[in-house]
C-alpha cells in the first residue's frame, strides 16, 4: 500500500474515533434508530442527484445500505444507548479487522500473508483485553450489541469488495437511500410513534450537529475514503487500520467526554498499535512483488470535491 494511502487510513481511524464522541452526543437529544436514520438521509441527501449511479448491480447496493445502515449502525447505536462507553464501543467494534480477514479469505480467496495474520490477531488481543477488564464501562446488551455491529462491518466489507464498484462514492451515497425507511419503522416499533416524530420535530442545535459530523464527516468523508481503497486494495491490508480507530476513540471520549482512561486501556491501546506496525510492515518478499491487478486499478472517487 502506498505511503499516502497509509495516511489516508489513519485519517479515516482518526474521523471515525472522534465519531463516538458525536453519536454520544447525539444520543442525548434523539433516540438511537432515529439518529441513525436522519444520519443516512443526510448522506443521501442531496448528493443522490449529484453523483452518478453506482456501476455496482443493484442486489450490491442495497445489500450494503442494509448490512452497514439498519445492521451495523442500528446496532452500534443501541449499543451506546444502552451503556456501552463510546471509548470502549471504538474498542471492541474493531473485532471487525479479524472478522474481515477471515470472511475475505473463505469467501472470495483473498490469502492474507503471516505478517497480516499475526498483526490482526495482536491487536484482537488487545482488544479482547478489554473486553474482560471493560471497568464497568459496558453492559451485557451493550457489549453483544457492539459485537453483533463489528460482524455486520465485516460482511459489508465483504460486499463493497464482491461488487465490483468502481465509484465508491456512488455507492456509498445510492446506498445512504435503503436504511432510513426501515430504521425509522423499527425505531416505531421500539420508541414508539409519538417519541419519533418529538424527536425529529424538536431536534436540537447539539442533534443537529451530531448528526451532521456522522453523516458528513463519518459516512461521506470517512466511509468515501475507505471504501476507495477497499475497492484498490484486499480487505487484509485495510481492514487492520481500523484498529487504530480505539486510539482516537479513547483519546477523544478522554478529552470531550471525560471518560477515565487506565492502565488496562493504554495496555491494550500499546497492543493493538503493535499489531498494526505488523500488519503495514512489508517483509523483502513483499517488496519485490509486483501488486495484483485489482491493487493497480483506480477506482473513480474525489474526496476534497465531494467532502
Known amino acids: 500500500m502506498k505511503a499516502s494511502h497509509r495516511l489516508l487510513a489513519v485519517l479515516v481511524a482518526a474521523i471515525w474515533g472522534v465519531n463516538f464522541v458525536a453519536i454520544e452526543m447525539g444520543l442525548r437529544d434523539l433516540p438511537p434508530l432515529v439518529l441513525t436514520a436522519l444520519r443516512f438521509v443526510a448522506a443521501a441527501l442531496p448528493l443522490v442527484f449529484l453523483v452518478p ?8 447496493v442495497v445489500a450494503y445500505g442494509l448490512v452497514l445502515g439498519v445492521l451495523k449502525f442500528g446496532a452500534l447505536f443501541t449499543a451506546l444507548a444502552a451503556g456501552m462507553s463510546a471509548g470502549l464501543a471504538s474498542l471492541v467494534l474493531q473485532a471487525q479487522a479479524l472478522m474481515s480477514v477471515l470472511l475475505a479469505a473463505t469467501v472470495l480467496g483473498e490469502r492474507p500473508t503471516r505478517a497480516q495474520v499475526a498483526g490482526v490477531l495482536v491487536g484482537s ?51 445512504s437511500l435503503v436504511p432510513p425507511l ?16 418529538d424527536a425529529i420535530t424538536g431536534l436540537s442545535w447539539r442533534g443537529l450537529l ?98
Not at 457492539?146 to 445510492?174: D, K, Y
Not at 426501515?182 to 416524530?197: M, S
Not at 487506565?262 to 498494526?276: D, F, Q, V, Y
Open 53 to 60: 449511479r453506482p456501476t455496482a448491480r443493484l442486489r450490491y
Open 125 to 175: 488481543v488487545g482488544i479482547g483485553v478489554l473486553a474482560i477488564d471493560s471497568g464497568g464501562h459496558a453492559t451485557v446488551i451493550g457489549f453483544v450489541l457492539t459485537l453483533f455491529a463489528a460482524a455486520s462491518w465485516a460482511v459489508a466489507n465483504l460486499v463493497m469488495r464482491a461488487s465490483g464498484e468502481t465509484r465508491p462514492l456512488s455507492l456509498l451515497v445510492w446506498s
Open 182 to 197: 426501515p430504521l425509522l419503522g423499527l425505531a416505531g416499533v421500539v420508541d414508539g410513534t409519538h417519541a419519533v416524530l
Open 210 to 307: 451530531a448528526v451532521a459530523y456522522v453523516a458528513y464527516v463519518s459516512t461521506l468523508v470517512g466511509f468515501g475514503i475507505w471504501n476507495r481503497l477497499i475497492a484498490r486494495y484486499s480487505i487484509a491490508r485495510v481492514a487492520p487500520f481500523s484498529l487504530l480507530v480505539p486510539v482516537f476513540g479513547l483519546s477523544a471520549a478522554w478529552l470531550l467526554l471525560g471518560e477515565p482512561v487506565g492502565p488496562t486501556e493504554l495496555a491494550a491501546g500499546a497492543t493493538i498499535l503493535a499489531g498494526l506496525a505488523l500488519v503495514v510492515r512489508r517483509s523483502t518478499a513483499d517488496r519485490g512483488n509486483a501488486p495484483a491487478a485489482s491493487e493497480g486499478r483506480e477506482p473513480e472517487y474525489a474526496p476534497a470535491a465531494t467532502a
